[in-house]
């Protein structure tokens, strides 16, 4: 089995002095190496495809052979990094909750046990008086990914 401590070692060496960071690095049966990466301004295939060759090119297939792919997380991917949830502060992101309920809003900060989100409310919601912005704690949380919107 190859070992993840190695294929870590090989990112790194290309991502040195980078804004690109890892997101998650998993080897599974058949030495199937999924690499998921990101960026703090945004991660272009060509930066992808660089970790690919280097991780590849210091690998030996005749001693043991891998398959392997490179990706950025996506936005339909959650926020899983304090890294990624910094590049959302000031941004639209929808929070979903242990109790199922779905929350919308721009992330106004975290540390490491909570976010402070400014909801957005609804006019029904405004005459209730409902409060605009909310702490929610991680433990609360199933998960966090950024809004997408289209125009």
């Known amino acids: 089995m190859i070992s993840k401590k190695r294929v870590v070692e090989l990112i790194e060496e290309r991502i040195e002095g980078t804004d690109i960071f890892i ?16 960026a703090d301004q945004g991660l272009s295939i060509e930066k992808c495809m660089s970790v690919s060759r280097n991780v590849e090119h210091n690998l030996d297939r005749e001693e043991e052979d ?13 926020l899983l990094l304090p890294r990624q ?12 909750t242990n109790d199922m309920d779905k929350l919308e809003g721009i992330l106004l900060a975290f540390d490491d046990k909570s976010l402070d989100l400014e909801l ?11 409060e605009p912005k909310m702490n929610i704690s991680f433990d609360e ?10 125009k």
């Open 23 to 38: 997101v998650n690095v998993d080897i599974s049966t058949g030495n199937k190496i999924l690499i998921t990466l990101d």
């Open 66 to 78: 891998f398959s392997l792919e490179v990706a950025s997380s996506g936005l339909n991917n959650p």
């Open 85 to 96: 949830f910094e590049k959302y502060i000031g941004k639209k992101i929808v929070v979903q």
């Open 120 to 130: 957005e409310l609804s006019k029904k919601q405004k005459k209730a008086k409902v």
């Open 141 to 150: 949380i199933k998960e966090t990914k950024a809004a997408i919107r289209f």
